[in-house]
């Protein structure tokens, strides 16, 4: 009888290990999953969404630790030095839809990349950014021309309109 406790004590700490494991190679913090866009848990959660915004995200995960929800972006391939802009904002916008579908403020949110993570604090200048961005793309969806953006070439040579584009660069 000892010796099954004994297995049963291991096999307990064994599997406590490979989750935690797990958990960290995902990039996910500790705390309880109430929320995932991954296929391969359970059916999809329906989207966020905020009509007055016209605001829908899904997240990758949202964790409830402490009392508060932190949304966990997932992105494939190697990271960057710096979270790139458009992934901010993206994660800026699940922290809005989280305080405006949950009536609770995350106080930062979490980009993961292959083997780095980077915690982005959800502050009241990223959300003011997020809102004058979303006004611009409201105004944007207007006009009959938009100039396309050229900061980065290496997205316009990979673009999927490039062969019909005017503004293509060389």
Wanted: proline share 5%.
């Amino acid at each position: 009888m000892l010796y099954l406790a004994l297995a049963l004590l291991f096999f307990a700490f064994v599997f406590f290990w490979q989750s935690g494991r797990q958990r960290k190679a995902a990039g996910l913090p500790g705390g309880r999953i109430i929320y995932t866009d991954t296929r391969g848990w359970n059916k999809l959660e329906k989207p966020l969404f905020h009509a007055g915004l016209e605001l829908t995200g899904k997240p990758d995960y949202l964790i409830e630790k402490n009392g508060q929800i932190i949304p966990v972006e997932v992105k494939s391939g190697k990271a960057p030095d710096a979270p790139y802009d458009s992934h901010i904002y993206q994660l800026a916008s699940y922290c809005l839809l989280v305080e405006k579908t949950y009536n609770k403020r995350p106080p930062y949110g979490i980009i993961h990349y292959e083997g780095r993570d980077f915690a982005v604090d959800y502050t009241r200048e990223l959300e003011s950014s997020l809102l004058d961005l979303l006004a611009e793309m409201k105004r944007d969806e207007r006009k009959k021309e938009v100039d396309r953006s050229h900061e980065q070439a290496s997205r316009c040579k990979r673009c999927g309109f490039r062969e019909s584009c005017e503004q293509k660069l060389g």
